[in-house]
């Protein structure tokens, strides 16, 4: 089954810091770009890192340069996003999404909840 499935979500305090990972199967994420979305309370889903298929660009949003990095192991078929720093704002559902860099179909993960509480 071609799927990614995100881990690692949990709660923590402001200040702390968490790792996601998404793991990938069914596919080869060596042939796609990797990013990492995410979606707060009411508001809209956001892109917030990516990197491309051979690590050669990497793209971070404003709010969370110089907290978070974006890594992929093509090896293991999986893509991290170290989170540090974190701020109650950072509090939302983080998704892994898939995006082929030839053809093919993209893929979104359910999703994993990061909630940044005192």
């Known amino acids: 089954q071609e799927r990614v499935v995100e881990s690692g979500g949990g709660k923590v305090q402001p200040g702390g810091s968490l790792k996601l990972s998404c793991a990938a199967s069914?596919?080869?994420?060596?042939?796609?770009?990797m990013s990492w979305y995410r979606q707060a309370e009411g508001k809209q889903r956001e892109m917030i890192a990516s990197?491309?298929?051979?690590?050669?660009?990497?793209f971070y949003a404003d709010s969370v340069k110089g907290r978070f990095t974006i890594e992929r192991d093509n090896d293991k078929n999986e893509t991290y996003l170290q989170m540090t720093e974190l701020k109650l704002e950072d509090s939302a559902v983080y998704y892994c999404?898939?995006?082929?860099?030839?053809?093919?179909?993209?893929?979104w993960g359910e999703g994993t909840l990061v909630t940044v509480s005192p």
């Open positions: 069914g596919f080869l994420t060596r042939g796609y770009h």
């Open positions: 990197i491309s298929h051979i690590s050669g660009n990497i």
């Open positions: 999404h898939a995006s082929p860099a030839f053809q093919g179909r993209d893929y």
